[in-house]
């Protein structure tokens, strides 16, 4: 019976987008700009952490501490970030 339920749900949605293509399109045009915004703020962010390694690296070279653990997580943070950017790049992204 419950399997019957969902069913019927599940063909019912169908119908209903199939019954009004225009609304399908207005509702994967919405999705893509939600999707476009996100890819833009998560750039963004990507971008500002990267910069924020490298500042901190430089403080830390500066002060004579590059053999500190600090300074080597942050260098693999700063590697991963790097890695990420140049996805972006690769992609067409940036």
Known sequence: MEKTRSIEKVHSAETSME???MEENSMK?????????AFEKMLTAVQKEYNDILEKMERLKAEGKVKTVTYQQLMSRKLMY????????????T
């Open 19 to 21: 019954e009004n293509p």
């Open 29 to 37: 045009e919405a999705d893509s700009a939600d999707r476009l915004a």
């Open 82 to 93: 790097q890695n990420m950017m140049s996805l972006y790049q690769i992609y067409g992204l």
